[in-house]
Each structure stands twice: as structure tokens, then as C-alpha cells.
């Protein structure tokens, strides 16, 4: 390697991010394990634990049977006993298997309790179409999780996001989500080698900008980023915020972007109704209705499920274009 | 019923002061519900006691238990004190809960009781769970799910228990067959007689006894426990029982799904009248030793239900409070 090289940029891949974040906390952590499906020996289908149960053994890189049940229900008696669980369920659409252990157990125990559980559990998710996977492997359902009172939920768009999300969410003592990206897996960013977190709660401005505000979550950021591209060809200066953390939601940040700019557009990759734009949208109207020069629009998936053929599928999932005719829409240019 | 082997008087008494008090905080809190002093619904565990009371005796505070919304008994058995379960009843500030929680989720920590559960099969995960936590951990705890033969119906009891046995927790699942899902018979809700049977399924031991004789589920209950602590994995303990109450409240809603013939043919067989023939017979207990074990009782139920009637309901302060953990770490 040239000295140029060492001395540039340390770029990792999200997959990598996400391996060097568990890897971190685990090193950190004595009673932090890792249990899922596919976990150990093959090291995820997604490949981000390669590698760790050579490195960590059986004991904390934990192959589990095809049981999310019985996944998110370790996950949840264990951290309520003195264990800090990084629980994997391999695609977010199996939520649907163990809706009960998270809406019914994880997100209500310590409030049922008066107080008296602590449940320091964080859940690894991969979300998100483009895969062709079809209608049960593609879904981005965060709305969901962020409805629950009692859970934390993330969404990294980038590969920084993913380490430093799943080390904040290893150090919480709640249960915090990490809803990840499966077509990010491959894109770079710079990634610190020491361990830092993203802190839960706080949205990014990845952009700045004057005129208009977009408001993106995961993937969509670099949707967003594209469009402000196109935009500002066209005089149209857009801020673009990383909402990051959708529970708890930033809506400090957004406010004082719609401040600055009096327009919005909300953008998530999930099906647009009953969306988190939704309440984003709603926030605004509430908290900055005196700022707002037009309706806050949005942009997501349209109300189906995720088609499998590749010519639908690119119909389906919200792009740079779809957010530029929206926002364009709005300005009336 | 005859006595277990090597049983102490002292733990003999305690099994029967055990049943005694659940079955006096039960049959006071139905009456306390169906006066409306108590708001919600109660799942009363009348009928069931040797199953608590029995299982319980072999576990310290450190063990852990996941409970059912059937759950005052397991809280009282695990070492639960009338004044904060009657607040907790009652909705008070004071209650174990903090009044959060209820009836379906009472829960202490410090008691080692991972909760009550209004969802039927919601416990065995968790227990599981905790078993998991207590080998990662190289403790010598143990957990035990306590869950009915309508639960065993459910998915999460499946997933629970194949885990348990392909990890080889100390875990025990305890089934008390009451013969019920709700009001639904046994025999219209699942083609198996005993729920034992299924733990061949999962490579663990199925054991089946007499819930109603508190001596064969103590004696059970202890091999499976023992088996549990010393590493070598879970069982499946099926406990026949009755309920003696309606699936909710006293009377409940007054469905005919059994008649009364059916409950009085199981009342014959009550397990603390049984227990209380055998202690006189074999000169542990007198009638009088018995009559002071309820009175205790009463007297702990009449201190209860004062505690829980004049402490304080919680506030609008403390609404928000205990959804998140806050602090260093949230």
C-alpha cells in the first residue's frame, strides 16, 4: 500500500461497517452476544458476521433455528436477566413471525412493570426492495416499529451510520432497532477504525441548502442527494436532512430547516400511506404551520406490495426523478 | 397422596400455608372484582394451587418464572406479598407495578417473576430466554415457564421449547392442564390427551402428574428442576388440573361450557383439603395449626387490601414514565 493510500480515507463498505460495529461491541461488552438465523457458520446471508464466529466463538455467535418467536423471545428474556442480545432477524419482513414477542413483550415489558425490567436488546434488520426478492423479502416497515411505544428505531443510510448506529444502539438499555439496507451493502463511505456512536435521536443535514428541505430515511438520503443534484441545475437550492433516527424523531432539526427554507418534501422507500412521512408531515404542520410557504409533499412507495418482475419493481421504489417531479410540482417550475 | 420422600415437616407446612394463601388472596380478590372494587379483568387461579406451590418450592428468588394471565398464584408461590399485588390490583401508585401494569402483568424483578402475560404462549419464549441468559452467564439459575394446555397450542411454546432442548437450557415447562383454552375442552382445541407427549417432539422428557396432589408435583417438579440446574436441559412437566372459577372473574360471564357437576366431581378431589387430611394423619398439622394458617391469611388479606385501598393512585407525572429506561445508557 502507498503512503497516499494509508493516509487517505478509511473506506469500508456498509457490510463491512456493520461487521466492524458488532465485532467493536463485542469486544466491549463480556455479556453482549449475537443470535439469528445463519448467523454463525455462514456468517449471514448477507455476509456482515463473517468471519466473527471464528473469531468469537459458539457462545456468542449464535446459530438459531428458523424461529423468529422464539429469536426475539431469547432476546428479550435475556436482556432482561443480564444480557446485552444483538438479536439478527435476517429480513425485516419476518417481523410478521414474532410480531407479538415485539409489540406485545420487548416494547411494553419494562412499562408493565412498572419500571422494573431493563431490556438492553438491539435487533438487526435488513430492510428494502431492489433485489427482486418479491413481496416478503423487500418491505420497509419502520412505520411500524416507530407506532410502538417502548422500542427505538434507526435507519443508516450510509456505511458510518451503520457502524456507530449499532454501537449506540448496543450501549442503550432499550430496545433499539436498526433498520438496515439491503441494496447499501456495497457502498462505501469513510469509516473511523475506533468506535464512535451516531446518536439516537439527532437527524443529519447531509446538505445545505435554502429553498427546499428534503426529509429522507435510508437508502432514500442518496435518492435525495440525486434529486438536489438535479435541482440546483435548475436554481433550486435543497436542503437535504438525514432523518436517521425515526424513533425518537428529530423534529428539532426539521423545524429549523423548514425555517430556513418554507418547503418540504418528506421521501421513504415504504409504501407512502400510513408511512413515517406521515408523521413527519404532521409534526411540521404543528410545529412550523407560520413557516410553511406550501404543502409539505411526499414521496414513497405506491399502495402495493412489492412487485417481484425487475420492470415493476423499478416502477415501484422511490428515485431521484419522482422526488425532482415532486418538488418541481410544488414550486410550480 | 402419600408424603414425598425425604421431605422436611417444616417444607410440608410451608406447601400447605402456600396453597392456603393463594387460595384466600383468590377468592378475596374475585369478590373484590365482582363488588367492582377492583377495576379490569381477573384470571383467578382457584383450583390450581398445588401446581404453584409445588413447582415453587424448589426455586429461590434468583430462579426465574414466566407466569400466565392465570398469574397471582406463581407470584404468591414465588414469594409475592399481599399488599403490593391488591395495589397492583387495585391500580395504585403502590402496587408492584406501580399500578401499570395489572392484574395480566404483575411482575417483580427482585422475585425473579419475568411477569404475568395477558398473551396466551407469551411466556415461554421469554423464559427460554432467560434460561439462555442464565448458561451464557454460567449461573446455576433456572427458568420456568408456566403456561396452559391452550398455550401449548401456540407457536411460541413450539419455538421455546425446540430451542430450549437444541441449546440445552435449564428451563422447565410446566403445563397446567386444566382441561380448558379459555372455555374451550381440551378435547376440541388439540387431538393429544397428555401435553407430555409432544416433548418427545422437542428430544426433551415429558412427565405427566396429578396437579391436584401437591406431593407429585413437588416430587416431579424437583427431578425436572434438579435436571435443569445440573446442565443437562429442559422438561416438559404436564400437571392435570381444574379451575375451579370461570375462565375470568368468579361466576364470569356465565357460559355453559361445563356444568357444575364436573366442577364439584374435581372439588372432591381439592388439593388442599387432600393435602390438609394427609398433614392431621400423619401428625404434621392439627385442626387448629390449620385454622391459624387461615387466619394468618385473612389477616394479611385484611392488611392488603387497607394498604392497597388508601395509598395513592399514580398521576399524569407518572403516565410517561417507564416507557424508555433513561438515564446513562438510553
Known amino acids: 500500500m502507498s503512503e497516499a493510500l494509508k493516509d487517505g480515507p478509511r473506506m469500508l463498505p456498509y457490510v463491512s461497517a456493520i461487521t466492524e460495529g458488532v465485532r467493536q461491541v463485542l469486544e466491549e461488552q463480556d455479556n453482549a452476544f449475537v443470535a439469528g438465523e445463519d448467523v454463525g457458520q455462514a456468517g449471514s446471508v448477507f455476509g456482515y458476521y463473517q468471519g466473527l464466529l471464528a473469531e468469537f466463538g459458539d457462545r456468542r455467535i449464535v446459530d438459531t433455528p428458523i424461529s423468529e418467536k422464539g429469536i426475539i423471545g431469547l432476546g428479550v428474556g435475556a436482556a432482561a436477566t443480564g444480557c446485552r442480545p444483538i438479536i439478527d432477524i435476517m429480513f425485516m419482513d419476518f417481523l410478521g413471525e414474532c410480531m407479538d414477542e415485539v409489540a406485545n413483550q420487548m416494547a411494553k415489558m419494562r412499562f408493565m412493570f412498572g419500571g422494573g425490567a431493563t431490556l438492553p436488546v438491539t435487533v438487526l434488520t435488513m430492510a428494502g426492495a431492489g433485489m427482486n426478492l418479491a413481496a416478503q423479502h423487500s418491505q420497509s416497515w419502520e412505520a411500524f416499529l416507530a407506532h410502538l411505544p417502548g422500542v427505538k428505531v434507526l435507519m443508516p443510510s450510509n456505511a458510518y451510520d451503520a457502524k456507530g448506529m449499532i454501537i449506540a444502539a448496543a450501549r442503550d438499555d432499550n430496545p433499539v432497532f436498526v433498520v438496515m439496507n439491503k441494496m447499501s451493502l456495497a457502498m462505501q463511505a469513510e469509516v473511523p477504525a475506533e468506535m464512535y456512536e451516531v446518536p439516537i435521536g439527532k437527524a443529519a443535514v447531509v446538505r445545505e441548502g435554502s429553498a427546499f428541505s428534503i426529509f429522507a430515511m435510508g437508502r432514500m438520503v442518496h435518492e435525495a442527494l440525486a434529486a438536489a443534484k438535479t435541482l440546483e441545475s435548475l436554481g433550486v437550492d435543497c436542503e437535504v436532512v438525514d432523518v436517521r433516527s425515526i424513533q425518537p424523531f428529530d423534529s428539532e432539526t426539521a423545524v429549523a430547516s423548514i425555517k430556513k427554507t418554507h418547503r418540504a418534501l418528506v421521501v421513504h422507500e415504504a409504501v407512502r400511506f400510513g408511512g413515517f412521512g406521515g408523521e413527519i408531515v404532521a409534526q411540521l404542520q404543528e410545529e412550523a404551520f407560520d413557516y410553511l410557504d406550501a404543502p409539505i409533499a411526499r414521496v414513497g412507495a405506491p399502495f402495493s406490495p412489492v412487485p417481484y418482475s425487475p420492470a415493476l419493481e423499478q416502477l415501484y421504489i422511490p428515485n431521484a426523478e419522482r422526488i425532482v417531479a415532486e418538488v418541481k410540482k410544488v414550486l410550480g417550475i | ?330
Not at chain 2, 398455550?151 to 437450557?169: D, K, P, R, V
Not at chain 2, 400437571?239 to 375462565?247: A, L
Request: hydrophobic share 40%; glycine share 12%; proline share 3%.
Open chain 2, 1 to 330: 397422596m402419600t408424603v414425598a420422600k425425604n421431605i422436611t415437616n417444616k417444607t410440608l407446612i410451608d406447601l400447605h400455608s402456600c396453597m392456603v394463601r393463594i387460595r384466600r388472596f383468590e377468592e378475596e380478590a374475585g369478590k373484590l372484582m365482582e363488588d367492582g372494587k377492583i377495576p379490569g379483568a381477573l384470571h383467578l387461579y382457584v383450583g390450581q394451587e398445588a401446581v404453584a406451590a409445588g413447582v415453587m418450592a424448589h426455586l429461590s428468588n434468583k430462579d426465574q418464572i414466566t407466569s400466565t394471565h392465570r398469574g397471582h398464584g406463581h407470584v404468591i408461590a414465588k414469594g409475592g406479598q399481599f399488599a403490593p399485588m391488591f395495589a397492583e390490583l387495585y391500580g395504585k401508585s403502590t402496587g408492584y407495578c406501580k399500578g401499570k401494569g395489572g392484574s395480566m402483568h404483575i411482575s417483580n424483578m427482585a422475585l425473579g417473576i419475568l411477569g404475568a402475560n395477558g398473551i396466551v404462549g407469551g411466556g415461554p419464549p421469554i423464559a427460554m430466554g432467560a434460561a439462555f441468559s442464565n448458561k451464557f452467564r454460567k449461573t446455576k439459575q433456572v427458568a420456568v415457564t408456566f403456561f396452559g394446555d391452550g398455550a401449548s397450542n401456540e407457536g411460541s411454546f413450539h419455538e421455546a421449547a425446540n430451542m430450549a432442548a437444541l441449546y440445552q437450557l435449564p428451563c422447565v415447562f410446566v403445563c397446567e392442564n386444566n382441561g380448558f383454552g379459555e372455555y374451550t375442552r381440551q378435547t376440541n382445541h388439540q387431538a393429544v390427551t397428555d401435553v407430555a407427549d409432544r416433548a418427545a417432539g422437542y428430544g426433551m422428557p415429558g412427565v405427566v402428574v396429578d396437579g391436584m396432589d401437591v406431593m407429585a408435583v413437588y416430587e416431579a417438579a424437583e427431578a425436572a428442576i434438579k435436571r435443569a440446574r445440573a446442565g443437562d436441559g429442559p422438561t416438559l412437566l404436564e400437571c392435570k388440573t381444574y379451575r375451579y372459577y370461570d375462565h375470568v372473574g368468579v361466576r364470569g360471564m356465565g357460559l355453559t361450557y361445563r356444568t357444575d357437576e364436573e366442577v364439584d366431581a374435581w372439588k372432591q378431589r381439592d388439593a388442599i383439603n387432600s393435602f390438609e387430611t394427609l398433614l392431621v394423619k400423619q401428625g404434621v398439622l392439627t385442626a387448629k395449626k390449620i385454622e391459624n394458617v387461615y387466619a394468618r391469611a385473612n389477616d394479611e388479606i385484611k392488611e392488603g387490601v387497607a394498604f392497597a385501598e388508601s395509598s395513592p393512585f399514580p398521576t399524569a407525572e407518572d403516565l410517561l414514565e417507564d416507557v424508555y429506561f433513561v438515564g446513562a445508557g438510553s
